[in-house]
Every structure is written in structure tokens, then in C-alpha cells.
């Protein structure tokens, strides 16, 4: 199950006959310490504070599995205000989403996140669309029943949703697998190419290394993030001397500057170079992650470094 944490973007406090404005109400858009607030006196209520636009972007296939709304807030002053409604809309409030998920206790005094729903909680529905979703607005109230006035704060309003594609299941470490029903599907094919899975690795990236000792060894590099092993291919600008790559610490395995060398990457597995130097004062190395797709080769640089004899 993947899912997308978003803080609104726009946020208003609604006019009303009867009610206390909120202020400052900008600050419920990002968590910074900075809150809106409203002080109400005995037996008063707020106006509807509105948080919009949160911008998920959630595709119009996804399945939407749930919705936590998470609030930071806190009461200057313990047994007084109180959630009135806490509401779920659409479109400038002209489509309810949800019945009202308000709690019936008074807010703290410690400065505290309070969230309302769970990663399979629709909130009441049967299920809701992506379209809904990504036009999302919040409509919260609240109300002091006390004989006290009482000052709360908001600093910040968030809404994350749970969702998946169909076909497509996300784990817990965001890596997407395809699935018939409950059946996952190991392997596909384009022709006799194997198409996926076929991963990139997590961010890779040489230091140029310059040195008077020979040969010139560049940093290990550490592939992480595969499913399965991939085709990397090695490459060399043109120039003397003797390049080579060293995989999971092995022997130096060595690679001219016109046979390139196409090695096969797992998890984990680590990678290096050295360069000798006989004719020129560098080399300079090009790592590539081999694609197959449509039965083409297709190369995606994945870092470039040089190794310089001083």
C-alpha cells in the first residue's frame, strides 16, 4: 500500500452568524511552530476553519484504501475547548465526504498530534475516488462548553492517504509487484526479454580521485535498492593505461577503452576502479544501467568518474 502526506496549501476561516473567527489561520499549512488560534468564551463556538488544496496528485486509477487526518494543536486552559465537527468535503464544500469523525474530549493543554481515521478508514463510505480525494477540503469546528475562556492553537492540519493501483500492490518499502488477484507475477517478457522486473539501483556516485601512487583506486560503491540483479555496462574515454573495476572486492578484472565490459549487479554487491598509468595522466569511467525495452538496448548513465596520476 503506498501512500502520500501532504500539508494544505490554502486555508480560510468561513463566515458566520454566531461564531468566533479564527486567526492567523495560514499557519495550520506547514508545521513550523507557527499556529492559528481562536479564543472563545463560555458556551462559544468557531467559525469553520477550511484546509484545502493539499495537491495529492494520486492518479485517477488508484484504489483509495484509507485517510488519516492529523492535527497539532493544543487549550490554554485544560476541561474547556472541545471538536465540534471535523468533517470531510469536496468542491468548496458542495460534496460531504464523510460523517462527522469529531472526538468527544476536551483538547490538551500540552501541545500534542491528535489524527482522526486510519489507513483503511473511508470514513464512512464505500469507497472514495482518486478524483474526490485530490479535491479534498477538511471542515473542522470546535466550541467552549466551559464556564471559562480559553485560547486554542492549531500549528498544523495534514492529510495522508493510503491508496493503490489496480494490479499493482506496494510493500512496506515502497516497491511496487504486479499481481493477478493474490498471485504476484515474478516475471514478464517481451519476446525472449525480460522486462520486469528489471530495477534501477539506489543512488550510486564515485568521487574523481587524483593521486601520485599507481595505480589510482577510486571509493567502493554499494548497489542497493534491487529486486533482482541487473546488466550494468563499463566504458572508458579514449587514452593509455589500464583501467579495471573490481567487483565484491575480488581480483582487478581489466577494460580498454574500446571493449567495454558488461557485468551483471546484485543487491548489495559493491564495485570499484584503479587505473595504471603508462600514456596518459587519467581515465575517465563511465558506469551505465543496461535496459532492455522493446527488445532495444538502452543505456541510462548512472555516474561518470575520472582517475588521475599526479
Known amino acids: 500500500m503506498a501512500n502520500v502526506s501532504k500539508f494544505p496549501t490554502s486555508a480560510t476561516s ?15 499549512t506547514a508545521d513550523d511552530g507557527s499556529a492559528a488560534s481562536i479564543t472563545l468564551g463560555s458556551s462559544e463556538q468557531s467559525a469553520i476553519l477550511v484546509a484545502g488544496n493539499f495537491n495529492f496528485g494520486i492518479s485517477p486509477l488508484a ?25 470531510l468535503t469536496a468542491y ?12 468527544s474530549a476536551y483538547w490538551s493543554t500540552t501541545n500534542g498530534v491528535v489524527t482522526f481515521g486510519s489507513p483503511s478508514d473511508l470514513w464512512g463510505r464505500i469507497g472514495i475516488s482518486a478524483e ?10 470546535c466550541y467552549n462548553l466551559s ?4 485560547t486554542g492553537y492549531i500549528d498544523y492540519v495534514k492529510a495522508t492517504v493510503y491508496y493503490s493501483i489496480d494490479g499493482v500492490k506496494f510493500s512496506s518499502s515502497s516497491l511496487a509487484d504486479i499481481r493477478d488477484g493474490s498471485t504476484q507475477i515474478q516475471k514478464i517478457y517481451h519476446g525472449s526479454n525480460q522486462v520486469f522486473p528489471d530495477d534501477e539501483p539506489n543512488s550510486i556516485s564515485w568521487s574523481n580521485v587524483s593521486s601520485s601512487t599507481s595505480p589510482v583506486t577510486s571509493s567502493t560503491q554499494t548497489f542497493t535498492g534491487l529486486n533482482t540483479s541487473i ?15 573490481i567487483l565484491n572486492g575480488g581480483s582487478p578484472v581489466a577494460f580498454p577503452f574500446n571493449s567495454p565490459a558488461s557485468i551483471s549487479i546484485s543487491n548489495n554487491d559493491t564495485l570499484s576502479f584503479s587505473y595504471a598509468n603508462t600514456k596518459a595522466s587519467s581515465a575517465t569511467i563511465y558506469v551505465y544501467h ?15 568518474l575520472t582517475l588521475q596520476k599526479t
Do not use: C, H
Open 147 to 150: 464556564y471559562s475562556s480559553a
Open 92 to 103: 468548496n464544500g458542495s460534496f460531504i465526504i464523510s460523517p462527522d469523525k469529531s472526538a
Open 63 to 87: 484504489t483509495i484504501d484509507g485517510l488519516v487526518i492529523s492535527m497539532e494543536r493544543y487549550a490554554s486552559l485544560s476541561n474547556t475547548i472541545e471538536d465540534k465537527q471535523v468533517l
Open 14 to 28: 468561513k463566515s458566520g452568524t454566531g461564531v468566533v473567527q479564527w486567526s492567523n489561520v495560514n499557519n495550520i
Open 290 to 304: 543496461e535496459n532492455k525495452l522493446n527488445g532495444t538496448n538502452n543505456y541510462q548513465l548512472l555516474d561518470q
Open 231 to 245: 546488466p550494468i555496462q563499463l566504458a572508458r574515454a579514449a587514452g593509455g593505461g589500464t583501467t579495471s573495476y
Open 132 to 141: 474526490i480525494i485530490n479535491n479534498l477540503e477538511l471542515y473542522f469546528t
